[in-house]
C-alpha cells in the first residue's frame, strides 16, 4: 500500500531535467535586449512568477512581445537537445497511478511551457491535473497551486499526502498546504537554500522517493 493518497510533484528540476533548456531559452529572448547575458544563478532568483512574467519583469514593455515568441520558440526547439526526465521519475509517476494515488503536478512556468515538456518527455497521461504558473494569482512559496490541485483530484481531507521538490519555495508551500514534504536532491543547484527550508523528508536517489511513497520499484 502505498504511504499516501495524493502525491503532488513540482516539475523543474524534479521530474525533469529542464534547468539547462530554460536556461538557454532565456538567454536567446533577453540577452539582445538586456545587453548581456544573465548569470545561472540571476536567472533562478528570478522565478517564482512565470517564464513570461519573468521577461515582462525584466525587460520594457516594447520588448515583450518578441522576447516571450523568442523564449517559447527556443523552448520547443531545443527540448529534445537539451532536457530530459530524470532518470526513473516516469517509472516513480507511473507506479504511484497504478498503486491508485492521485497525482497531481505543480509548477511555477507556463502552463504553454509546461505543455510542451510533459508531451516531450513522453508523461503525458502520468498525472491526473497540472496547475501551472498562470494558473493562479500567487506562486510558490504561496500553497495557492498546491490547494488548487488537491480540489482537483478530490483529495479528501486528512487523508496522506506529499509535496515533492527540488526548492525552499517548494518545501514552505508543500508545508503551508498542510502536506508532508520531500526535498529531492538530483536536481538543486541550491542546496543550502532546500535544506535551510526543513523539509520532513531528503531523498538523494529516485529509489529513495519510491520507499518515501511506499510504491513498488524495480
Known sequence: MPNFTTA??????TIADTLPLIYAAF?????????????????????G?????????????DDHANAIATYVSFYERKHDRLASVFAGMDTVLRQCREAGMKIGIVTG??????LVSLKAIGLNGSYDVLVAGDDVEHPKPHPQGILAALKAV????????VY???????VLAGRA????????????????ELMAAKPDVICERVSDLAVTLGIDWD
Open 8 to 13: 503532488v510533484f513540482d516539475f523543474d528540476g
Open 27 to 47: 538567454d536567446a529572448a533577453m540577452a539582445p535586449a538586456l545587453g548581456r547575458s544573465l548569470s545561472e544563478r540571476e536567472v533562478r532568483q528570478l522565478f
Open 49 to 61: 512568477p512565470t517564464d513570461h512574467d519573468i521577461i515582462r519583469s525584466v525587460l520594457p514593455v
Open 109 to 114: 512556468k507556463s502552463r504553454q511551457t509546461a
Open 154 to 161: 478530490g483529495h479528501q481531507e486528512g487523508s496522506p499526502a
Open 164 to 170: 515533492v521538490g527540488d526548492s525552499a519555495a517548494d
Open 177 to 192: 498546504a498542510g502536506l508532508t514534504t520531500v526535498a529531492v536532491t538530483w536536481g538543486s543547484p541550491d542546496l543550502d
